[in-house]
């Protein structure tokens, strides 16, 4: 593994067309807050403009937890205004990020993914969890409620009232339930995880990474009805691809009026 960016509570390295992106605030649980986000923020910006990087893996850094949410320190402490305007905003902007990263993305899960931890995993394309990952969306217990679409990308995996259960009651459920919910994707032995989302992330790898990420439009796209943006995009990419893309750009360089075909 390269390392390539970060910070001390963030770093990201490159395996070949692997980008690994590791939470290591480790002796908060990776519990996010805004430097956390931030960080988090450029390093999916670097990723989405790599033209090398092919997929990405989002992990941690300690066994212990993947992500245990939001920090109850840095959110506790805001007015109404500063939560709405600031904290819930930027969390959906970054979060909407990796939910959209062009290239397919695997959450690495050992230990807890809690609250917003779970919210960050549900943006993944896929998740990978060792069989000690535990699952909950605790906010009710502590008087609030899932901010960072939890209740809308959950649900899209799970169902509802799977989704209810868990939020009504913030009662955790193990790696196993997680899987037959369809929560995560593979369950792989304790510590096992990142190398089961390595091997996974080589096979998709492998594949012809424009496919891949067209495909990827494609089914995002019909999952949240939000087909025109998918269609933009496509159309961007086949027009400017084709010979009188071509044609007009050194037409555009050469004062002319282009010729088409």
């Given at each position: 593994?390269t390392?390539?960016?970060?910070t001390?509570?963030?770093?990201?390295?490159?395996?070949?067309?692997?980008?690994?992106v590791?939470?290591?605030r480790t002796a908060?649980?990776?519990?996010?807050?805004q430097p956390?986000?931030?960080?988090?923020?450029?390093?999916?910006?670097?990723?989405?403009?790599?033209?090398?990087?092919?997929?990405?893996?989002?992990?941690?850094a300690?066994?212990?937890?993947?992500?245990?949410?939001?920090?109850?320190?840095?959110?506790g402490?805001?007015?109404?205004?500063?939560?709405?305007?600031?904290?819930i905003?930027?969390?959906?902007?970054i979060?909407?990020?990796?939910?959209?990263?062009?290239?397919?993305?695997?959450?690495?899960?050992?230990g807890?993914?809690?609250?917003g931890?779970?919210?960050?995993?549900?943006?993944?394309?896929?998740?990978?969890?060792?069989?000690?990952a535990?699952?909950?969306?605790?906010?009710?217990?502590?008087?609030?409620?899932?901010?960072?679409?939890?209740?809308?990308?959950?649900p899209?995996l799970?169902?509802?009232?799977?989704?209810?259960?868990?939020?009504?009651?913030g009662?955790?459920?193990?790696?196993?339930t997680?899987?037959?919910?369809?929560?995560?994707?593979?369950?792989?032995?304790?510590g096992?995880?990142?190398?089961?989302?390595?091997?996974?992330?080589?096979?998709?790898?492998?594949?012809?990474?424009?496919?891949?990420?067209?495909?990827?439009?494609?089914?995002d796209?019909?999952?949240?009805?939000?087909?025109v943006?998918?269609?933009?995009?496509?159309?961007?990419?086949?027009?400017?691809?084709?010979?009188?893309?071509?044609?007009?750009?050194?037409?555009?360089?050469?004062k002319?009026k282009?010729?088409?075909?």
């Open positions: 593994m390392p390539v960016a970060g001390a509570e963030l770093q990201v390295g490159h395996d070949g067309a692997i980008a690994t590791t939470l290591a908060k649980a990776n519990a996010l807050d956390l986000l931030d960080a988090l923020d450029a390093a999916l910006d670097a990723i989405d403009r790599d033209p090398g990087c092919k997929v990405m893996l989002l992990a941690s300690s066994p212990k937890a993947f992500c245990a949410g939001g920090d109850i320190a840095a959110w402490a805001l007015s109404p205004r500063e939560m709405a305007t600031r904290w905003r930027d969390g959906h902007r979060f909407d990020r990796l939910a959209g990263l062009r290239q397919p993305t695997i959450a690495v899960i050992e807890i993914a809690y609250g931890g779970l919210e960050l995993a549900a943006c993944c394309d896929l998740r990978v969890a060792g069989e000690g535990r699952f909950a969306l605790p906010e009710t217990t502590v008087a609030t409620a899932p901010g960072w679409a939890g209740t809308l990308r959950v899209r799970i169902g509802p009232a799977r989704t209810k259960r868990l939020a009504f009651t009662d955790p459920v193990d790696a196993a997680a899987l037959a919910w369809g929560l995560v994707d593979e369950v792989a032995p304790a096992a995880a990142l190398a089961a989302a390595r091997a996974l992330a080589a096979r998709i790898a492998r594949s012809s990474a424009l496919s891949v990420q067209v495909t990827k439009q494609m089914i796209a019909a999952v949240s009805g939000q087909s943006v998918a269609l933009d995009s496509l159309a961007a990419q086949v027009t400017l691809a084709g010979p009188d893309a071509a044609e007009a750009r050194a037409a555009f360089r050469e002319r282009p010729s088409f075909e």
